[in-house]
């Protein structure tokens, strides 16, 4: 057996120092550790709210919470980058550019337009639950990513493209091969902008019974309960710093 | 053979092309030149229907440019801006296998072909292969804009103004390398170009432009001969058109065979240009030069008075 086959069985050499260098990795597992001990904190909260009878949040386990928080972020963001960049695109096509404008303002107003107020019109709609929630993040997270797509692709060098064009690309293979690959970094910036929003809008689902890390918060607002909005917010925060951190890290592998 | 036969691109009420006729022979060098918005880049890009026209055909080997889809038609033709326009994600390799890749050659063959253009275009391919565009220099961006150009081995090759943002050292290098590529390859070239000199340098005809029409074609000797009017002869130079016709006269035309000049100076070579034997002269204050004609084995005499007088 030669040398690099014996090598490349062992762990490479400071791979694990350089996982450790990372922020991400840091924030991740400070999320993965308050999910699995905020369960045996109840003598931290009784220390710190005596006034609480239950300073505990029980009513759900804190990692259904964040399972739940994470699949309706999760979906509703799938929704949002693949519907974004689409509309993005169809608008920088020469067939679609008189929507340009339209398209410009209807994506600000849904983002003007509060999720809360989208929660109140859907439930009558489409009942309960993480549907209506769906749809709020949607609604709410698609403005970051069309005007990004947009921004990414009018940024894009004019040079390049019209060498595409030249050399005998035809538009769609100008678009994947060139166009996207250059505006890649501000359509990422803007996903990462949307997501980071909705990881922290999700919570306002709980008010409408969906499962997410808001619950404890909400309950806490309305039940007087300080402690469950600490442990809530505590766990809604370091999802959103790790996952913005991973994007972070995501941005700097494209450049 | 590219026959562009009245050609016409109209934008609104503006005229940019105006029933264009011109013939380009195959493995000929044409420029077309004229001053900005005469509609010389409008013309190249009517060729390879970038832009469609409004009237007219472009005949390519006989086959009516309209006849082809477009994006097929492009690969087949070879393509250069001013802007390079190089990918800048893609290393010098990828850069220049775009259209191979496109048209689903092998990867031997178009890695093979990769090499064999930077050797071409004087670039070390084990040096350039894995570099990005950012890593070059302005002239060599273009001398790999040059090579994707040729990638596909097309007939035809389209320059649009290719060395006008290049320093005038650089400018100098690139064209003496496109000379030399045409001359090995033997490809059509239509070349856009505002600089007169290019031009010379360059084509074996030039197209003068103005206003969207044909003014003159010709030879660049033709041209600064006998311009057709004070459009061209202005364009052709002025009062330097004197000098750029010592640039197109061969020595031997003017030589005097049946006197050897029997110096010992180094004899000037009969195809060689006046410029050059001019250059001479005063560099030697002297007014006579021997001249060698290769060629033909013989000797002659060059005096001041026959490059001056015709």
Redesign the interface.
């Given at each position: 057996m030669s040398a690099p086959d014996i090598a490349s069985d062992r762990p490479p050499a400071g791979a694990l120092a350089r996982l450790a260098a990372r922020p991400a990795v840091w924030a991740s597992l400070a999320f993965v550790a308050a999910l699995a001990l905020l369960p045996y904190s109840a003598p931290l909260f009784h220390a710190l709210f005596p006034e609480l009878p239950r300073p505990l949040y029980t009513r759900a386990s804190f990692l259904d919470l964040a399972l739940s928080h994470a699949g309706l972020v999760g979906l509703a963001s799938l929704v949002v980058v693949s519907l974004g960049i689409a509309i993005g695109i169809f608008v920088t096509r020469p067939a679609g550019r008189d929507f340009a404008g339209p398209v410009d303002t209807l994506t600000a107003v849904g983002q003007t337009f509060p999720p809360t107020a989208v929660l109140a019109l859907a439930v009558p709609a489409i009942g309960y639950g993480g549907a209506p929630t769906v749809i709020a993040l949607i609604v709410y997270g698609l403005l970051p990513v069309v005007s990004a797509t947009i921004a990414g692709l009018g940024a894009v060098p004019a040079a390049p493209v019209q060498a595409a064009d030249g050399i005998g690309l035809s538009p769609a293979g100008r678009l994947v091969k060139v166009e996207l690959p250059l505006a890649a970094p501000v359509i990422l910036s803007g996903i990462r902008t949307s997501v980071i929003l909705n990881i922290g809008t999700a919570t306002i689902g709980s008010t409408v019974g969906a499962l997410t890390l808001g619950s404890p918060i909400i309950e806490g607002l309305s039940g007087s309960n300080p402690a469950y909005v600490l442990q809530g917010a505590l766990l809604v925060g370091l999802f959103a710093v790790a996952t913005d951190l991973w994007f972070d890290e995501l941005e700097r592998a494209l450049h | 053979m590219i026959v562009l036969d009245r050609l016409t691109k109209r934008y609104g009420p503006t005229v940019a092309v105006d029933q264009l006729s011109l013939t380009v022979p195959t493995g000929s060098i044409c420029a077309l030149v004229g001053a900005s918005g005469c509609g010389k880049s409008t013309t190249l890009r009517l060729i390879?229907r970038?832009i469609e026209p409004d009237g007219g055909r472009v005949l390519i080997e006989g086959t009516d440019a309209a006849s082809l889809p477009p994006?097929?038609?492009?690969?087949?033709?070879?393509?250069v801006?001013q802007?390079?326009?190089?990918?800048?994600?893609w290393s010098i390799a990828r850069n220049i296998s775009?259209?191979p890749e496109?048209l689903g050659w092998t990867p031997a063959r178009i890695a093979a072909r990769v090499d064999e253009l930077l050797d071409l275009v004087g670039l070390d391919p084990a040096l350039y292969r894995h570099r990005r565009p950012h890593q070059l220099s302005g002239g060599q961006q273009q001398r790999v804009?040059v090579a994707?150009?040729l990638a596909a081995d097309p007939d035809l090759l389209?320059m649009d103004e290719p060395f006008g943002a290049l320093d005038p050292v650089t400018r100098d290098g690139l064209q003496g390398a496109l000379i030399d590529i045409q001359a090995r390859t033997g490809k059509t070239v239509v070349i856009v170009t505002h600089d007169i000199d290019e031009a010379i340098r360059l084509a074996s005809r030039i197209a003068v432009l103005d206003g969207g029409r044909l003014i003159q074609q010709g030879t660049p000797r033709e041209l600064l001969a006998h311009p057709a009017n004070s459009f061209v002869e202005a364009f052709v130079g002025g009062p330097r058109r004197g000098l750029r016709l010592l640039q197109v006269t061969p020595v031997g035309e003017r030589t005097d065979y049946t006197v050897d000049h029997g110096d010992a100076r180094e004899p000037i070579a009969a195809d060689a240009m006046l410029d050059a034997a001019l250059a001479q002269m005063v560099a030697g204050g002297i007014d006579r030069l021997p001249v060698l004609d290769r060629a033909a084995g013989r000797r002659g005499t060059l005096s001041l008075a026959d490059v001056v007088t015709s």
């Open positions: - | 390879n970038l994006v097929a038609l492009r690969r087949r033709i070879g393509y801006i802007s390079i326009g190089l990918f800048p994600h775009t259209v496109l804009g994707r150009a389209l």
